[in-house]
């Protein structure tokens, strides 16, 4: 309604002039919002919906309760949101988002906001089946000039079922996040080569050592067998038993070799089929001179039936290596001199579980969450990223680590894994 109509059919000024104030102050309150719509810092485009509202309603009433199941057997309704949905209006920061020259090319069905990511739509119409508030959800957004971006949507709701012409998608972009959280990963992962690194380096002794051993076994084989060989009656199944062991020996060193390059190598992780048991034999093997050297107890109690997991070998050999590395440190920190380390493994539903108990002085009270933070340590020549790696190993596993303190002293780290699907 416009003033002059207003005045035609009111005579009454000053409910005129009420008028006008009001129109005045809506006005306002018009470009405010105008205003605020275009300067906030994500792309809002309203968007009309009631049509899907409107079949939600008639599918609820014929029945229909499992929202997720009943989009999978006809995607001819999510096809047909995406066409019946139709935007409405848009700000700025949505036409510059989208690479768009005029808004007109984004008031269009609301199919272009999900090319990037199909799945998105189901979600949405799942929410809104269900009567949420909002729902939200990474998105990756294709542009009208031919980019993808990574972004993150937020669509609201109305509660009331005839404001459904007038729902709200907003969109921010997360490039810059996106490009951050990758830039921590890979320090992560540097951190974590590093560590494994220096675990090679601390043990370098014990590594040479067990190369050096059976290579000696081969020196001393070969020349028994060639002293056989040298006589007038060369003992051939003698002869032959000493070749069979020179084999197995050089085996057996390769084996270490073998080890030592996967623990130094770089590679990206690299899941498949693993026997927890022998992870955890193989990660000790690495520790065991040390604990020796070190007088410390290290055994190891695994489980008869344990299923195997999906997991990066080495990543998992390196977390066991760790925490027997930082069990045998806080031995080292306890005046307990009988130290002992027991690594044990465990199936318990659908998990397969790694423990290391220590004696040592077990984790200062209220620190039992801290100490798996980065940089976390109360060593003077610590660092702190140990078990953060570990932390964030497990997780990438779909598994967890934590600690708790025994009774009569001493830790106990609980590493756990989901068992591998068929
Ligand atoms: P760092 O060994 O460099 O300190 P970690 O992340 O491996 O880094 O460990 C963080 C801290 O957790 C250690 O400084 C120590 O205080 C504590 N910690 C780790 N393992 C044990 C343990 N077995 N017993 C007691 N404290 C431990």
Not at 36 to 46: E, I
Not at 103 to 120: I, R
Not at 248 to 259: H, I, Q, T
Not at 327 to 341: K, L, T, V
Request: charged residues 25%.
């Amino acid at each position: 309604m416009n003033v002059s109509a207003f005045a035609e059919e009111n005579v009454d000024p000053t409910s005129l002039s009420e008028v006008s104030r009001r129109l005045e102050e809506l006005q306002v309150s018009e470009a405010r919002y105008r205003t605020l719509f275009n300067n906030v810092p994500a792309a809002v485009l309203q968007v009309d919906a009631s049509e899907v509202e409107e079949t939600f309603s008639n599918l609820k009433r014929s029945g229909v309760d499992d929202i997720d199941a009943f989009l999978l057997g006809n995607p001819h309704l999510v096809e047909m949101a995406n066409n019946s949905v139709v935007v409405r209006e848009v700000n700025d920061v949505a036409l510059k988002l989208f690479g768009a020259t005029e808004s007109s090319q984004l008031l269009a069905p609301v199919a272009y906001v999900f090319a990037g990511t199909p799945e998105a739509s189901s979600n949405v119409m799942s929410a809104h089946f269900r009567g949420r508030p909002n729902h939200y959800q990474k998105l990756k957004i294709r542009t009208f000039d031919g980019r993808i971006v990574d972004a993150a949507l937020m669509v609201s709701f109305p509660q009331d079922a005839s404001n459904f012409d007038t729902s709200v998608l907003m969109i921010i972009d997360m490039t810059e996040q996106v490009r951050i959280e990758r830039e921590l990963r890979k320090m992560e992962s540097e951190f974590a080569h590093f560590s494994k690194l220096s675990i090679l380096g601390e043990f370098s002794g014990a590594i040479v050592h067990e190369v050096r051993q059976p290579l000696s076994v081969v020196a001393n084989d070969a020349a028994t067998a060639a002293r056989w060989l040298s006589r007038s009656d060369p003992n051939l199944p003698k002869v032959r038993e000493l070749v069979d062991r020179i084999e197995e020996s050089v085996s057996r060193a390769n084996d270490v070799v073998k080890r030592v390059q996967e623990m130094a190598s770089k590679t990206m992780s690299e899941r498949q089929h693993c026997d927890v048991n022998r992870l955890v034999a193989g990660a000790l093997t690495f520790v065991k001179k040390e604990a020796t050297r070190r007088s410390v107890k290290l055994t190891s109690v695994l489980a008869a039936a344990c299923a195997d997991v999906e997991a990066d070998p080495v990543q998992i050999q390196q977390v066991v290596v760790n925490l027997v590395i930082n069990a045998m440190q806080a031995i080292e920190r306890s005046d307990n001199q009988a130290g002992f380390i027991r690594v044990s493994t465990r199936y318990d539903n659908g998990r397969v579980f790694i423990e290391v108990l220590d004696s040592g002085p077990g984790i200062p009270d209220g620190l039992a969450v801290e100490i798996f933070e980065s940089f976390f340590t109360t060593r003077k020549e610590g660092m702190g990223m140990g078990l953060s790696i570990c932390r964030s190993i497990l997780q990438s596993h779909g598994g967890a680590i934590s600690v708790t303190n025994v009774a009569g002293g001493g830790a106990v780290f609980e590493a756990w894994l989901p068992v591998a699907t068929a």
